[in-house]
C-alpha cells in the first residue's frame, strides 16, 4: 500500500523540506506495499537528513523494522523536541507518524494514542516502568481509551467522534432545550482552542524537562500520596476549582472527587453516560491514569483565565478576580466549556 498523502495536505506543512522529503517518499512507495522495512529505508534516506545529528540514532534502535518500532521513533522524536523546542523537528516527527499511519487504508491503528500529552505520559510511564492499561473492553466488545479526549477539552469524546457531550454541536445536555447552549458552548470552545493547546503544551514542556532534569524523576507523575500538595502545586486551579471539597480531599478519594468535578456523566445521553462511568471506573482503578486529564483540563482552565485577563483590559492587575470555585464548569453556555 503506497503513502496516502494528498498535495493540499503537504503543502499545508510549515517547513517545506519537510513536505519535499514526504513528497519523495510518496513518490518512492507509489508502486509498492510498504513493509516496515521499506519504511524505516524511507525515514532514515528522506527525514534523517533534517534530523539533528545528535538524535539520529533514534532510527537505528531496532535491529527488526516493525510498526510499533516505527511509532516508537515518533516518541523519541517527541522526547527530543521536548529538549530542543526545534519546531523543524516536530514536523519531521509528525512525518513519521504520517508514515506510520498512512501506509494503509484504513489508516493504520496507532498502538498508542496521538496526543502529544499522552505520549509524554507514556514514554515517562515506560522509562519508570509503570505499567500503563490503557485499553478497557466493555461487555458489547466496544473497545474504550481511557486516553482518548475531545479535541476542545479533557473528556472523553462521544461514540466516533472527535468532540464530548459538552462541545459537540446539536447535542444538548439532558436539563437544556434545544441546541442553541449545545451550539454556543461548541463555537466557544473552537474559539480558544489553539490558546488551550498552547497552555496544554506550555505545562506539558516544563514537566517534561523537569522529569528529564531531574533524572527521570516521577514527581511529575500523578502520585499515590500526598495528592493534595501535589495538586496546590501542579494543577493549582483544579485545586481552587475544588472549592469547599478541599477540606475533605484525601489521598483515598482525591480521584473519585476529581472526577466528579471534571468528568461527571449525569446529564449525558445514555451511551455517553456509559462510556464515562467506564472510564470513572478504570481511573479509579489506575489513579496514576488521570494524569493526562489533569493537565488537559489544568490547561483549559489557566486559557481561560487568560482570556478573562484581556476582558478586563490590559492593565496589570485590571482582570475580573478568578472565581473558578464559584463557577462549576458548563453552568452557562458562553461562560462553560
Ligand atoms: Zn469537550
Known amino acids: 500500500m503506497p503513502l496516502h498523502l494528498d498535495d493540499e495536505f503537504l503543502s499545508s506543512l510549515a517547513y517545506e523540506e519537510v513536505a519535499v522529503a514526504l ?4 513518490l518512492h ?33 531496532q535491529r ?11 516518541a523519541s522524536l517527541g522526547f ?8 523543524r523537528l516536530l514536523e519531521v516527527m509528525k512525518a513519521v507518524q504520517l508514515i506510520h499511519a498512512n501506509t ?58 472527535k468532540l464530548c457531550a459538552h462541545h459537540a454541536p446539536n447535542a444538548p445536555l439532558q436539563d437544556e ?9 461548541y463555537k466557544s470552545g473552537v474559539r480558544q482552542k489553539e490558546r488551550f493547546d498552547k497552555e496544554v503544551n506550555r505545562i506539558l514542556t516544563k514537566e517534561v524537562t523537569e522529569f528529564h ?23 493549582p486551579l483544579l485545586w481552587q476549582l475544588l472549592g469547599e471539597w478541599q477540606q475533605e480531599l484525601n489521598d483515598g478519594n482525591a480521584v473519585s472527587m476529581l472526577l466528579d468535578l471534571l468528568h461527571c456523566s449525569d446529564g449525558l445521553p445514555p451511551k455517553a453516560y456509559q462510556i464515562y462511568r ?30 478573562r485577563g484581556q476582558w478586563g483590559g490590559k492593565r496589570s492587575g485590571a482582570g475580573r478576580p478568578l472565581q473558578l470555585a464559584a463557577e462549576p464548569p458548563a453552568t452557562s453556555p458562553d461562560a462553560g466549556p
Not at 467506564?278 to 489544568?298: F, G, K, T
Open 104 to 161: 494503509t487504508l484504513p489508516p493504520r491503528e496507532y498502538t498508542f494514542p496521538t496526543v502529544v500529552e499522552v505520549t509524554y505520559f507514556l514514554s515517562m510511564c515506560a522509562q519508570l516502568q509503570i505499567p500503563v492499561q490503557d485499553r478497557i473492553c466493555m461487555e458489547d466488545g466496544y473497545r474504550l481509551d481511557p486516553f482518548s479526549f475531545c479535541t476542545l477539552c479533557w473528556r472523553q469524546p462521544l461514540p466516533g467522534r
Open 23 to 26: 513528497w519523495a517518499i510518496r
Open 213 to 235: 532534569e531531574g533524572l527521570f524523576t516521577p514527581a511529575v507523575l500523578f502520585p499515590e500520596q500526598d495528592i493534595a500538595i501535589w495538586l496546590t502545586e501542579r494543577r
Open 80 to 87: 527530543a523536541v521536548c529538549e530542543t523546542r526545534d519546531h
Open 278 to 307: 467506564q472510564i470513572n471506573r478504570h481511573l479509579q482503578r489506575h489513579p496514576h491514569l488521570i494524569w493526562p486529564m489533569l493537565i488537559r483540563a489544568e490547561g483549559w482552565y489557566r486559557c481561560r483565565e487568560e482570556v
Open 177 to 185: 432545550v434545544g441546541a442553541q447552549a449545545a451550539a454556543a458552548r
Open 64 to 74: 527488526v523494522a516493525s510498526w510499533d518500532g516505527i511509532w516508537g521513533i515518533y
Open 29 to 61: 512507495a507509489a508502486d509498492e506495499a510498504v513493509t516496515p522495512t521499506i519504511a524505516l529505508r524511507l525515514i532514515r534516506q528522506y527525514l534523517q537528513p533534517l534530523i539533528p545529528p545528535e538524535h539520529c540514532h533514534l532510527l537505528y534502535k
